[in-house]
């Protein structure tokens, strides 16, 4: 019995020590959360509004000058795959690869490379899929150990100069999009060729440019199309921590339970073994005394 109880006391250090752990990376997750919560609530109505725009100019384009919305027929896809560097969050990243894998398999007809922003879909797909990284720089997947606009854009400005060069015939970024600290939606957005919206197409409003169409095209667009990739980088950053936050939240509270848990069969068995000494002290009474 005194093996028992000790390998039980082993398990309640065991968890407890894991709990400290979760503890401490579920707070980390809520100091970083707040800043990245702060980055995109700030960044979202603007990117938002700038992404209307950009669908308004881009309709009143002429085809030789929107090169940015022409719709082709061509079956070469590039797909964004935006995951975490680190695991330890439910399934924020499963959600991503299965979005992912589920938009190929829908449109097997099409020939599919990807690109992926996050070690978990650089690890994931480099052995099965394949990635594409040519033009990006050495490691494009690592771009959340270093997330600003300039390094950002850097990869935007690539993706559109090779849909420019017909490289790609159309491009969607595949993201986690921060609702809350416990909620994440998978997003699959169309990046190029730039969608009008609905209200768009049927609108007739005639727009005036200024200070000329030609500048309009070649750095207002480009622009928007960078905030946009930034914008998606800052939802999954955001929905990461929330999601890491929860998951560690989840895994402490399970530890507790495991604890508790174990105390109480630790205590019973220790009731138990006392019993037993002290029911065995009686009966060699007994027997001395008879």
């Known amino acids: 019995m005194a093996g028992g109880l000790k390998e039980v006391r082993n398990r309640i250090t065991s968890v407890q020590s894991t709990m400290q752990i979760t503890s401490a990376m579920k707070m980390v997750s809520a100091a970083k959360l707040r800043r990245a919560q702060d980055a995109i609530t700030a960044m979202r109505p603007y990117a938002q509004k700038l992404q209307e725009i950009l669908s308004n100019v881009s309709a009143s384009l002429d085809a030789s000058e929107g090169v940015y919305s022409e719709q082709r027929n061509g079956n070469n896809v590039l797909i964004v795959a935006i995951t975490s560097n680190r695991g330890l969050c439910g399934g924020f990243n499963n959600n991503i690869i299965k979005e992912v894998n589920s938009y190929m398999a829908d449109n097997s007809h099409m020939k599919f490379s990807i690109l992926p922003l996050g070690k978990k879909a650089n690890d994931y797909y480099k052995s099965r899929t394949?990635?594409?990284?040519?033009?990006?720089?050495?490691?494009?997947?690592e771009i959340?150990?270093?997330?600003?606009?300039?390094?950002?854009?850097?990869?935007?400005?690539?993706?559109?100069?090779?849909?420019?060069?017909?490289?790609?015939?159309?491009?969607?970024?595949?993201?986690?999009?921060?609702?809350?600290?416990?909620?994440?939606?998978?997003?699959?957005?169309?990046?190029?060729?730039?969608?009008?919206?609905?209200?768009?197409?049927?609108?007739?409003?005639?727009?005036?440019?200024?200070?000329?169409?030609?500048?309009?095209?070649?750095?207002?667009?480009?622009?928007?199309?960078?905030?946009?990739?930034?914008?998606?980088?800052?939802?999954?950053?955001?929905?990461?921590?929330?999601?890491?936050?929860?998951?560690?939240?989840?895994?402490?509270?399970?530890?507790?339970?495991?604890?508790?848990?174990?105390?109480?069969?630790?205590?019973?068995?220790?009731?138990?073994?006392?019993?037993?000494?002290?029911?065995?002290?009686?009966?060699?009474?007994?027997?001395?005394?008879?």
């Open 130 to 141: 394949g990635v594409f990284t040519d033009g990006y720089g050495d490691h494009p997947y």
């Open 144 to 290: 959340f150990d270093d997330l600003s606009f300039t390094n950002v854009a850097a990869i935007a400005e690539t993706i559109m100069d090779q849909f420019v060069d017909r490289r790609w015939d159309k491009v969607v970024m595949v993201y986690n999009q921060f609702k809350n600290a416990a909620s994440q939606e998978v997003q699959n957005e169309q990046f190029l060729p730039i969608q009008q919206t609905a209200s768009t197409s049927s609108s007739s409003v005639e727009y005036i440019f200024e200070p000329s169409r030609e500048e309009i095209v070649e750095r207002i667009i480009p622009n928007s199309l960078k905030v946009q990739l930034f914008k998606g980088l800052l939802d999954s950053n955001a929905a990461e921590h929330g999601a890491r936050m929860t998951a560690m939240h989840k895994a402490t509270d399970n530890a507790k339970d495991l604890v508790n848990d174990l105390k109480l069969r630790y205590n019973k068995a220790r009731q138990a073994a006392i019993t037993n000494e002290i029911l065995e002290i009686v009966g060699g009474a007994e027997a001395l005394n008879g």
